[in-house]
């Protein structure tokens, strides 16, 4: 369960932002879709960690964020829709995101220096105290 | 609205589980050299084996993202993935815990940014659980950008082990990694070790001096050592092996 070590790195984070603080209003976490993370297993992850560290989330909000790429050569823009990804990819670019330079290049031109303009992973963007 | 009040400048989570993952170790040796082919890979790999023959426990991790080859030097087949169990299982490669990006590109170029590079080693920290070893040691890119400076940059109290070559061009390149990593306070250098050399160089010695970094010792150019990268058992013959076995055993701990 390669989500359960993203759940502890953003139960690490809480506490280390809040400075231990124990009671949560919301905490909203921004998943990427490039990453392919399964919501369910990360929200269980989290609560099972948040709860035998003693903290209490009243509020854990997943936002998906779709996956868009753009040409650094041609400038086109794309989305994971527009890309095949067979499920053997779609595991080796879950562990790693950034894999997806290794095998896809902009559908327009070929090249491989292509930026994730958004939806790559994990990304925490609020944690907000009772 | 709500506002969060929680919003620190560092806003990626993924740093703050990375002492954790790193917890349970207790030596972590970047094997570092500005200069490109001066053998950090095979040294890494080497060394790896040597203190894992000595009893120790030992993890060897791959940080030269954008062309890693330390799985060629050790033999590691990457066509399967490392276990997941909360988190991922390092491989184990010859009774040495084994890390690399390699399992995820599957050898295929991976042409990345320097931000992108650095993204890479977050995740892979972040979600490597490496239990508790006696040494990490780590296979650097060559350079002075993001990813080989990121190699020290995210652990705590790396002793990293410079490699030098006798050549006037390793002399020059490596010199301007000794002044960086001079100017990191409280940063302990093990020390340099002189790959390729029969015999110890006055040049080496002398840069070794000039940075009050102690010289461990010379390798000697092995000519048939291509023949046998990837084979563990026969890497163990070699006079890569014989000669670093003697600078590990004076220089990196006690027998265990």
């Known amino acids: 369960m390669h989500e359960w070590a993203l759940a502890e790195a953003i139960v690490d984070y809480i506490t280390k932002v809040s400075s231990g603080k124990k009671r ?74 950034e894999a997806v330079h290794t095998y896809f290049k902009c559908p327009k031109c070929g090249s491989r220096d292509f930026e994730i303009v958004g939806g790559r992973g994990v990304y925490v963007v609020e944690v907000i105290p009772e | 609205m709500s506002k969060a009040i929680f919003m620190p400048k560092e806003k990626d989570f993924r740093l703050a589980v990375i002492d954790r993952r790193l917890a349970g170790i207790n030596e972590i040796y970047p094997i570092m050299s500005s200069k490109g082919g001066v053998g950090k890979t095979l040294i890494s790999a080497v060394l790896a084996l040597i203190l894992r023959d000595r009893g120790y426990k030992v993890g060897l991790l791959d940080l030269d993202i954008t062309n890693p080859s330390a799985h060629t030097a050790l033999g590691v087949s990457i066509k399967e993935l490392p276990e997941e169990e909360k988190g991922v299982k390092p491989l184990i490669a010859d009774g040495i815990k084994f890390m690399s990006v390699a399992f995820y590109t599957q050898d295929k170029p991976l042409p990345l940014r320097g931000w992108e590079i650095d993204n890479v080693i977050r995740e892979l920290l972040a979600i490597t659980i490496w239990g508790d070893l006696d040494y990490l040691i780590i296979d650097t890119p060559p350079g002075l950008s993001d990813e080989a400076l990121d190699a020290i940059s995210y652990f705590r109290s790396p002793k ?97």
């Open chain 2, 160 to 256: 990293p082990l410079v490699v030098a070559t006798p050549s006037p061009l390793a002399i020059n390149s490596v010199r301007r990694l000794l002044q960086l990593l001079n100017d990191l306070n409280g940063l302990k250098v093990l020390g340099i070790v002189e790959n390729m050399a029969n015999e110890p160089s006055k040049r080496v010695r002398e840069l070794a001096e000039a940075f009050s970094i102690k010289y461990l010792g010379n390798v000697p150019l092995d000519p048939t050592i291509d023949e046998v990268i990837g084979d563990t058992s026969k890497l163990r013959n070699t006079l890569l092996y014989v000669a670093l076995k003697g600078i590990a055993e004076k220089n990196l701990g006690p027998n265990p």
């Open chain 1, 24 to 97: 949560f209003k919301r905490v909203t976490v921004k998943l990427g879709e490039l990453q392919s993370i399964d919501e369910e297993i990360l929200r269980f992850s989290i609560n099972e960690i948040l709860k035998a560290d003693g903290i209490h989330v009243k509020e854990l909000r997943f936002e998906k964020v779709p996956a868009i790429f753009r040409c650094r050569n041609c400038g086109y823009e794309w989305s994971l829709k527009d890309m095949e990804m067979d499920e053997e990819i779609k595991e080796l670019i879950h562990f790693v995101p």
